[in-house]
């Protein structure tokens, strides 16, 4: 069962644009997010989280927003540069234990 | 301080081998939880292991097995390899098991031929 969807394959955004990837979720329960980027042949590394209690976190370039009701996050970079070529994973989690259900990945294409 | 760090990068193996992987946690971290990234199927979740113990476990049939030391090193291995086992196997650490980020190795690249 997918309990996280990550709707777009793929996405293509002009150097400097903003880049707006999405994220959903079914189970209510989920109380945890999490960003991931991955390059190929690479492990992901982690961006940006947010918890249940906030709709938005900032970092630098990076700001995440939730949307409990809908159930929906989305991961905005401004702007987007070339670097940020790669494809980025949503994970949420609702347990205790670091169980992480991950998205299927949107491949993001900033071009220069 | 150093990430985590996956031992080996690369592998190849044949059918109805088995095979371990190794996984040192960034210091400090006592959860590690493993995870197999497929074309396929994307990332999911294998187990997590915290104080030596298993505290989850996905939906992975027996083979796959792993285990906590008390550095809080881990080792999964899987045995009876099937072709599709072939795959990313990514470990990751966190600080401590209560929902924190969790912090992915380079992974190790198995092919069962």
């Known amino acids: 069962d997918q309990q996280v969807k990550q709707n777009s394959p793929s996405l293509s955004v002009q150097e400097g644009r903003i880049s707006i990837l999405n994220c959903d979720y079914t189970n209510s329960m989920f109380d945890y997010f999490l960003w991931y980027k991955k390059y190929p042949a690479e492990g992901p590394t982690f961006l940006i989280s947010i918890s249940s209690i906030k709709d938005k976190n900032e970092d630098g370039r990076f700001t995440v927003f939730l949307n409990k009701s809908a159930k929906h996050l989305s991961l905005h970079i401004v702007p987007s540069q070339p670097g940020d070529s790669a494809v980025y994973f949503c994970?949420?989690?609702?347990?205790?234990?670091?169980?992480?259900?991950f998205g299927s990945g949107t491949k993001l294409n900033v071009k220069p | 301080k150093a990430g985590v760090t996956q031992t080996p990068r690369y592998l190849i193996k044949t059918r109805g081998q088995q095979v371990t992987l190794s996984c040192s946690p960034i210091s400090g971290h006592r959860s590690v939880s493993w995870y197999q990234q497929t074309p396929g199927q994307g990332l999911q979740f294998l187990f997590e292991y915290f104080s030596e113990t298993q505290r989850n476990k996905g939906n992975f049939p027996g083979r796959f097995s792993g285990r906590q030391f008390s550095n809080s090193r881990s080792e999964m291995n899987v045995s009876t390899l099937e072709l599709g086992d072939s795959a990313l196997y990514l470990c990751a650490s966190s600080y401590d098991n209560s929902g924190n980020t969790i912090y992915f190795g380079e992974g190790s690249w198995l092919t069962v031929v």
């Open positions: 994970a949420a989690s609702g347990d205790n234990f670091n169980k992480f259900y």
